[in-house]
């Protein structure tokens, strides 16, 4: 029974089978424990190597890892990233105009003070040491409106470095897929490189067996090396251009590329034409935003240079102490609590030429804005066509692909019967080869065209779920940050300040551009 019962156990295959097996080998009274131990020790004596290998396998990167490595490693996102959080200091400092402050002064020197108790002793003339000191707590209470100005200006211009930010990580995010599927398409080109030389060593093998039976030549046999020179010169440059193409992925995310690589799917809904993307691009494209917060800097900027006409209208209270040495001796301590007023009536103009500058500034960015918009069209119509151009391609060498298989196949048969040379199978395999080489290509420039286009509507990042505080934190924030920290709200649609930017009252402007 034990010498029967081995051999069926090593052809099992679920874990009930073991263990039915294994009572059948034990004495009865046996333990059910001591059951379990035998046919654990079965199993991973029978497949120790397969286990090992199941786990190996199983190990893959998805093309959302893939971006998220990109957006931790790259270097020119992390300075963009330090410099968004200086200026959020930046909005800090401007806001800071609206609190008190406090100055301490102290002074020593030599003087004269003419008064009636210096006259009075005959000492209004004489040089005296003289020192003081004291404290003031100023508090602001109108300066025609330049703190405003100030915060409103540095708000502007931390949204705009958060759009530009957002920018350059949907850049960076769109090359690490791009460089994930350059990988994977580079792997399956060395494997077709590789059956078309498997392919051409048969045709040479079967070439030397006619050639020994006298039914074909020898000049047939070189020309058939020759045609497997070129093929294994083929492969050899794919597997170099795999290995550029893992250097690439190295470069972006800071690792490998593992054995496997989970192949990028299509977006789930595809826009209807240039017109569509556009619609999308003008509330979620990030560069026309910033375009947008660099207005509003400029006007408030400008407004900053109109609070100069103003007067400066402050609190002021502290404690005061001086001291004058000579004859008078004077001694002379205070607190005071007073409004100071400060207003300033000529400056040869340069306040009217500054706010001439402030107002080219909102011209400039309004251009500039409107130059981006006819730009940002343009690169949705080349987008939007090198996509559809990659779809006829795809189709067209799909039937490529089957119509020169079937030619090879015909070619082959008609070969046996005499009816083909070998030149027309040779044609043949090599037609075959381009086409399929040429349809993965193609296969490819689809998915990166899709993408390409949620890229500049600024969905890219959003659908994919990249979240948030990584993007805006700088890395050492980033690893000071609580590991706890819930994660930010994301929808598919979701416009990309829910990751981070508050709206305030730029999306609730019905005609989305300050005039």
């Known amino acids: 029974m034990p010498n029967k019962a081995l051999p069926c156990l090593m052809q099992e295959t679920t874990h009930e089978a073991y263990m039915n097996m294994t009572m059948t080998l034990l004495p009865r009274g ?42 931790k490693h790259h270097a020119g996102l992390a300075a963009l990233q330090e410099n968004r959080e200086a200026v959020r200091h930046e909005v800090t400092r401007a806001k800071a105009g609206w609190g008190p402050r406090v100055d301490a002064q102290a002074h020593i020197g030599v003087g004269s003070l003419s008064n009636s108790t210096t006259r009075a002793v005959g000492a209004d003339t004489s040089f005296d040491h003289f020192s003081g ?67 051409h060593e048969k045709i040479l093998a079967d070439t030397r067996n006619r050639e020994q039976l006298g039914a074909d030549s020898m000049a047939e046999v070189t020309h058939t090396q020759g045609r497997l020179s070129r093929a294994q010169s083929t492969l050899t440059q794919a597997e170099l251009a795999l290995e550029e193409t893992e250097r690439n992925y190295q470069r972006l995310t800071g690792f490998r590329p593992p054995a496997h690589l989970e192949p990028v799917r299509m977006p789930d809904g595809m826009y209807d034409g240039p017109a569509d993307i556009m619609a999308q691009a003008e509330k979620t494209n990030p560069k026309l935003a910033a375009y947008v917060d660099d207005i509003r800097a400029a006007q408030a900027d400008k407004e900053l240079a109109e609070a100069a006409r103003q007067p400066v209208l402050n ?49 400039q960015a309004r251009m500039t804005l409107q130059n981006l918009r006819d730009e940002l069209g343009q690169q949705i119509d080349d987008a939007w066509n090198a996509w559809l151009t990659a779809q006829r391609l795809a189709a067209n060498y799909r039937e490529a692909v089957r119509f020169n298989t079937l030619t090879r196949d015909a070619y082959l048969e008609q070969f046996v019967l005499g009816e083909r040379s070998l030149l027309d199978i040779l044609d043949a395999e090599s037609e075959l080869y381009n086409s399929e080489t040429e349809l993965l290509t193609a296969r490819n420039n689809v998915v990166v065209g899709a993408w390409r286009i949620y890229g500049i509507t600024g969905r890219l990042l959003p659908v994919w779920r990249i979240q948030g505080w990584d993007l805006y934190e700088p890395v050492h924030h980033r690893d000071a940050r609580r590991q706890d920290r819930e994660p930010l709200p994301l929808t598919g649609t979701t416009h990309r300040h829910n990751l981070m930017i508050p709206e305030a009252d730029r999306d609730t402007n019905p005609g989305r551009y300050p005039k």
């Not at 001291?323 to 103009?349: E, K, Y």
């Open 30 to 71: 046996a333990s059910l424990a001591a059951c379990t131990v035998i046919a654990a020790a079965v199993l991973f004596a029978a497949f120790p190597a397969e286990a090992g290998n199941a786990s190996s396998k199983n190990s893959s990167v998805s093309v959302r890892q893939t971006m998220e490595a990109v957006l």
């Open 133 to 199: 000191a004291s404290l003031t707590v100023t508090q602001p209470l109108w300066d025609g409106l330049a703190t405003r100005s100030r915060v409103r200006s540095a708000q502007a211009t931390l949204d705009s470095m958060q759009e530009r930010l957002f920018d350059n990580a949907t850049t960076y995010a769109l090359d690490g897929l791009i460089a994930h599927l350059d990988v994977i398409r580079s792997r399956e080109l060395v494997q077709l490189a590789r059956k078309n030389v498997a392919r």
């Open 315 to 363: 609190l002021q209270a502290g404690p005061q102490t001086t001291h004058r040495g000579g004859p008078a001796d004077l001694d002379t301590d205070s607190v005071d609590i007073r409004l100071a007023m400060s207003w300033n009536l000529f400056r040869s103009g340069a306040d009217i030429a500054e706010e001439k500058a402030a107002m080219a500034r909102v011209r």
